[in-house]
């Protein structure tokens, strides 16, 4: 196919028109540096290529602005990349080649993550749903929060001073209270010997 003109089009892009009809879409960076112009011929492998390496690129910067703003999982980035209109070949490639380079670590991800849910004392359960909500690997998660301290019952003293001190005083509320933060992902004796100990310091 030879090429019959090239214009600059809308997002750092240049619009390749052919002889034969057909357009394609291709980084400008990507055409500056093949030297491409009219009048040149480009074979369907080349322009393959040319494609491949313009959706790598897109695919790539993309993926730095999202991880300007926020660190992600590598899962979580490829997810991102995909609805985000990029093909799964540039996703994969962008997620391999920054893992490479350190720019992704899920364990490291989900040893920040989990320090910050442990901080808000949320369970070593639920944060562990979190984690893998979040594109960790259960394997990688499970790993992570067996090293990483956090004392239940601290947590659960916590939400009881901060969330539930007047849900306590209500009719029923030790009922209910207990309820919650079972649903939150305390164990039942965790909560049962935190709320006992804390209803008897607040009688006292």
């Known amino acids: 196919m030879q090429i019959v003109s090239l214009k600059k089009d809308k997002l750092h892009l240049t619009r390749l028109s052919f002889d034969d009809g057909s357009e394609a879409l291709i980084d400008s960076d990507v055409c500056n540096e093949s030297c491409l112009k009219?009048?040149?011929?480009?074979?369907?492998?080349?322009?393959?290529?040319?494609?491949?390496?313009s959706d790598y690129r897109r695919a790539k910067?993309?993926?730095?602005?999202?991880?300007?703003?926020?660190?992600?999982?590598?899962?979580?980035?490829?997810?991102?990349?995909?609805?985000?209109?990029?093909?799964?070949?540039?996703?994969?490639?962008?997620?391999?080649?920054?893992?490479?380079?350190?720019?992704?670590?899920?364990?490291?991800?989900?040893?920040?993550?989990?320090?910050?849910?442990?901080?808000?004392?949320?369970?070593?359960?639920?944060?562990?749903?979190?984690?893998?909500?979040?594109?960790?690997?259960?394997?990688?998660?499970?790993?992570?929060?067996?090293?990483?301290?956090?004392?239940?019952?601290s947590k659960i003293k916590n939400l009881l001073e901060k969330k539930y001190q007047t849900k306590l005083q209500r009719q029923d509320g030790a009922q209910k209270v207990f309820a919650a933060l079972v649903r939150k992902g305390f164990s039942y004796s965790e909560v049962r010997e935190a709320l006992k100990s804390y209803i008897e310091e607040f009688e006292e």
């Open 61 to 153: 910067s993309r993926a730095i602005w999202y991880l300007d703003r926020a660190d992600h999982t590598e899962k979580g980035l490829y997810d991102k990349l995909i609805r985000g209109g990029f093909k799964k070949e540039a996703a994969a490639k962008v997620v391999a080649r920054f893992i490479e380079v350190g720019l992704l670590d899920d364990c490291r991800f989900a040893e920040n993550y989990a320090e910050r849910l442990n901080a808000s004392n949320y369970s070593k359960r639920e944060i562990l749903q979190k984690l893998t909500l979040k594109g960790v690997p259960y394997s990688v998660a499970k790993e992570v929060l067996a090293d990483t301290d956090g004392d239940e019952q």
């Open 38 to 53: 009219v009048g040149a011929d480009l074979s369907d492998n080349s322009l393959k290529e040319l494609l491949e390496e």
